[in-house]
């Protein structure tokens, strides 16, 4: 995966999967050097098990395959960009999936289309709750999939001018966000 | 356009788009709809799948067709991803493997338009006389 927005697209597969119907991505950075990626959701949960053997690249709940790469990939980029990444989850009680790297760290994956994976990931899960939140030391901004289709009553997120507008609101967001890490 | 940079900019958006656009009741109607679904596991998304849904999402709404594009999981067709399923209304579904921008600008303009098979069908529903008769 080149960026961390394709690892975002990945993760959320599985909250999908867990018959999730909230999940939130976070990307928060502050004033210690680290990026922390949480993703977390209301699926249905692993058990003690699961949760110990998840990042064994062996190991999958899927039946078409023998492998499940998404977070075992997600850990070996944390952990080469000096960060670590952190499953907690309990049966009924949804999953959280920490990542954190290290901004400076040269192996530090650029964050990717950050925009463009929250609009595709509200448009084409429409009866899912999306909720980006990106948090600096000084500024936080939220784009929560229930609020933009209340405000659009009923216009489609892949209709062209919607599409273009949301784009730009999220890009111009995730600009002062960025700014904040560079 | 109206520049949108809060949920007060979307609702005026949607005002003044509102008169142009007919709200479209696919929730009603599903089945009348072509239904293209993307595979989008870690291979997929390695692949390029995230390229490969945008593409069929503007287009195929650019180009006037009534359908509804979603993500789903892995199929178990890793070797040749991206892949996607896409079932005309009527018919059975079909895979399509080695998705590129392409390939599926050949599938809208072939498949999903005329009807016509295209290079690159993965055949998961090809059934050969041996299944018909441990069927029959």
């Known amino acids: ?182 | 356009m109206t520049k949108v940079k809060t949920l007060a900019d979307l609702k005026k958006l949607r005002e003044d788009l509102q008169e142009k656009i007919r709200l479209r009741e696919s929730g009603e109607h599903p089945e009348s709809l072509v239904q293209v679904k993307v595979a989008m596991a870690t291979c997929g998304i390695a692949s390029g799948a995230k390229d490969v849904m945008t593409f069929f999402m503007e287009e195929l709404e650019k180009r006037g067709i009534d359908a509804v594009v979603t993500q789903t999981g892995c199929m178990g067709y890793c070797y040749a991803e991206p892949t996607l399923e896409i079932t005309l209304p009527g018919q059975s579904p079909l895979v399509f493997g080695y998705v590129n921008s392409r390939k599926a600008d050949e599938i809208i303009e072939k498949y999903i338009k005329k009807g016509e098979l295209v290079d690159g069908i993965i055949p998961v529903t090809y059934q050969s006389i041996n299944d018909n008769q441990k069927e029959g």
């Open chain 1, 1 to 182: 995966m080149k960026d961390l927005s394709l690892h975002i697209l990945d993760i959320v597969q599985n909250s999908i999967r867990a018959e999730a119907r909230t999940i939130k991505v976070e990307m928060a950075s502050g004033t210690d050097g680290m990026l922390k990626m949480l993703i977390s959701d209301d699926g249905k949960g692993m058990d003690e098990e699961q949760v110990n053997r998840v990042k064994d690249p062996f190991f999958t709940t899927r039946t078409t395959r023998k492998i499940g790469l998404g977070i075992s990939l997600l850990t070996q980029k944390a952990e080469q960009s000096g960060g670590y990444l952190k499953i907690e989850s309990a049966p009924g009680k949804g999953t959280e999936v920490n990542a954190v790297f290290e901004i400076s760290h040269p192996d530090c994956p650029p964050l990717g289309d950050i925009p463009g994976c929250a609009w595709m990931l509200m448009a084409s899960n429409p009866g899912l709750r999306m909720i980006f939140r990106l948090v600096s030391a000084t500024e936080e901004y939220e784009w929560d999939s229930n609020e933009i289709n209340e405000a659009l009553g009923g216009l489609p997120l892949t209709e062209h001018d919607v599409k273009a507008s949301i784009i730009e609101w999220f890009n111009a967001d995730f600009c002062k966000f960025k700014e904040f890490n560079d």
